[in-house]
């Protein structure tokens, strides 16, 4: 009798630990609309087109519109710096970046705050990609929204580009948090 009672009490209380895991966790439906929240939070603030432009000459500066890059809205870039018409990137090709990003989980009355990255701390390793090869873990840790702004942009551009998780880093997917990147591209100095 002892035995079925002390079973019957772990039970219990497995019963009662599994039922009070479940509320502190969160399904990944429920994160992936926390974080279309927190992305349409921020854009509530800026101004957005919701597509790209036809002959793709972007608005520039710090007061440029965000462009929706992509049907489900998992991207939208603001055009600092156009850079020079004509600098393409090429397939396979090196490319250097600088980037702040920003956590939208942090954005609060209009402030960013926490951003982290290598665009003022050199003490940050190179950061680098090789242009559409995402054979490579070098390229493919990034995830692809780093790269997108190159199919349109010059490769001298700057840019601000909000990216959800299934297009940010890719050891990050699982975390589902979208970020904003101010991005600068450069090819290596010969």
Not at 12 to 40: H, I, P
Not at 87 to 110: C, P, Q
Request: charged share 20%; aromatic share 14%.
């Amino acid at each position: 009798m002892k035995i079925f009672r002390n079973i019957a009490i772990a039970a219990v209380a497995l019963f009662g630990l599994a039922l009070s895991s479940c509320d502190d966790t969160k399904s990944y439906a429920e994160l992936l609309n926390d974080e279309t929240l927190y992305v349409n939070t921020f854009l509530a603030n800026q101004r957005v087109i919701n597509e790209i432009p036809a002959d793709t000459v972007f608005e520039t500066g710090t007061n440029a519109p965000y462009y929706r890059l992509d049907e489900d809205g998992t991207m939208y870039m603001q055009v600092i710096d156009a850079g020079t018409k004509g600098n393409k990137v090429k397939a396979d090709e090196l490319i250097y970046f600088r980037f702040t990003r920003y956590s939208l989980y942090n954005y609060k009355g209009g402030t960013l705050t926490g951003g982290v990255g290598n665009e003022s701390d050199l003490g940050y390793s190179n950061t680098s990609f090789r242009y559409g090869n995402y054979q490579l873990q070098s390229s493919s840790q990034w995830g692809a929204g780093i790269q997108y702004p190159l199919a349109l942009l010059p490769v001298d551009c700057e840019v601000n580009i909000v990216i959800k998780s299934q297009y940010g880093l890719t050891n990050e997917i699982a975390e589902v948090v979208p970020y904003l990147y101010h991005l600068r591209y450069f090819r290596p100095k010969i």
